[in-house]
T-cell receptor
Framework: DTEVTQTPKHLVMGMTNKKSLKCEQH?????MYWYKQKAKKPPELMFVYSYEKLSINESVPSRFSPECPNSSLLNLHLHALQPEDSALYLC????????????????FGSGTRLTVV | KQEVTQIPAALSVPEGENLVLNCSFT??????LQWFRQDPGKGLTSLLL?????REQTSGRLNASLDKSSGRSTLYIAASQPGDSATYLC???????????FGSGTRLQVQP
């Protein structure tokens, strides 16, 4: 299995809703990432998990709450979002840097298109 | 802080042309460089991963080169086809933050 699977593919939520995005990989990767991408812009890093521990939070508002319950799963919990949070949310995985110094590439999922109304 | 730049921002060519997409980065201490393709509203598909010790990497009609010392990479697409129309992104791992830093992408349109 060489894929990163994201669900749902599309999500529409109100500003008072609570929802979750899910990401799963079975490549044995121990680093997982959340990126946010606005239209016609490159992906922007949100969070990095390494060995199921949060290692980087790029000053993301607390209405976004990541969770890594095990080495294969990554969640992003959403609460009280704003319309400007509407974007494509991408999950990615890679080998952890501690394991191999150079030869790791990143695998991305197909994303969740989030619309906040 | 690593910065990645891609030129041109957009490109429109007739089918069959050979073309070159450019990527430059400011910190040459990179482990590797990865080229991705992104169709509108979709995720990122990895095209080529080129290691810092390599000069080039090939996959089908695609060839990526890397010149670490000058901070440049090129993606060469031979005999372009309408199905190649997409946005092409180059990215390098940020050695400090341990995550990918992306260029702004080149939007390619191949006219039939």
């Amino acid at each position: 299995d060489t894929e990163v699977t994201q669900t749902p593919k599309h999500l529409v939520m109100g500003m008072t809703n609570k929802k979750s995005l899910k990401c799963e990989q079975h490549m044995g990767h121990r680093a997982m990432y959340w990126y946010k991408q606005k239209a016609k812009k490159p992906p922007e890093l949100m969070f990095v998990y390494s060995y199921e521990k949060l290692s980087i939070n790029e000053s993301v508002p607390s209405r976004f709450s990541p969770e890594c319950p095990n080495s294969s799963l990554l969640n992003l919990h959403l609460h009280a979002l704003q319309p400007e949070d509407s974007a494509l949310y991408l999950c990615a995985s890679s080998q952890a840097r501690q394991e191999i110094k150079a030869n790791y590439g990143y695998t991305f999922g197909s994303g969740t298109r989030l619309t906040v109304v | 802080k690593q910065e990645v730049t891609q030129i041109p921002a957009a490109l429109s060519v007739p089918e069959g042309e050979n073309l070159v997409l450019n990527c430059s980065f400011t910190d040459s201490a990179i482990y590797n460089l990865q080229w991705f393709r992104q169709d509108p509203g979709k995720g990122l598909t990895s095209l080529l991963l080129i290691q810092s010790s390599q000069r080039e990497q090939t996959s089908g009609r695609l060839n990526a080169s890397l010149d670490k010392s000058s901070g440049r990479s090129t993606l060469y697409i031979a005999a372009s086809q309408p199905g190649d129309s997409a946005t092409y992104l180059c990215a390098v791992p940020d050695t400090g933050r341990r995550a990918l830093t992306f260029g702004s992408g080149t939007r390619l349109q191949v006219q039939p």
